[in-house]
């Protein structure tokens, strides 16, 4: 299965089996999970980044738990829509989950999809809609975020967009 951006491997996305998807920051992942049938985002939880390995490790209950056929990690394309080193960094995450098939499988499906201002987009919801304090916000944001960029590709799949 490849890695690439959603709109070019939707087509070989696996059938019937849920997705996680994935906000990749620097202190921490937000983990999201899709239903089988690709229409609905749940958020999961958040992850705190210590180094590569032991954040895999801390994927694995919920990719196993949930029987995971794909990923969708979410890329910070700049406002102009290029790629800076955020994005190549969550490029190399990609790149080394393949390296694992032990956690992601022999030959993940991953999805890179356009995040741009995800997390902003949640914070503005959860202050202007929920009145959430700031420490309240710092507990469920990433996964929040990770839920936006998953039900945004969803979305775009249920569209039938390729």
Not at 124 to 153: C, E, N, P, W, Y
Request: hydrophobic share 40%.
């Amino acid at each position: 299965m490849p890695i690439g951006l959603l709109r070019d491997i939707v087509p070989v996305c696996p059938k019937g089996k849920r997705l996680l998807g994935l906000d990749l920051g620097t202190k921490t992942i937000g983990l999201a999970l899709s239903n089988g049938m690709h229409n609905i985002a749940t958020p999961l939880r958040t992850i705190q980044r210590r180094k590569f390995t032991l954040d895999i490790q801390d994927m694995k209950r919920e990719i196993s738990e949930f029987a995971v056929g794909g990923y969708v990690l979410g890329l910070p394309l700049n406002m102009d829509g290029t790629e800076g080193p955020r994005c190549q960094s969550v490029r190399h995450f990609a790149d080394e989950m393949r390296r694992h098939p032990e956690i992601f499988g022999p030959d993940p499906w991953i999805a890179l999809w356009d995040e741009r201002l995800s997390t902003a987009a949640v914070e503005d919801f959860l202050v202007d809609h929920v009145d959430m304090s700031r420490t309240k916000r710092k507990q469920v944001i990433d996964a929040l975020a990770a839920q936006h960029i998953l039900q945004g590709a969803l979305d775009f799949m249920q569209a039938g967009g390729f």
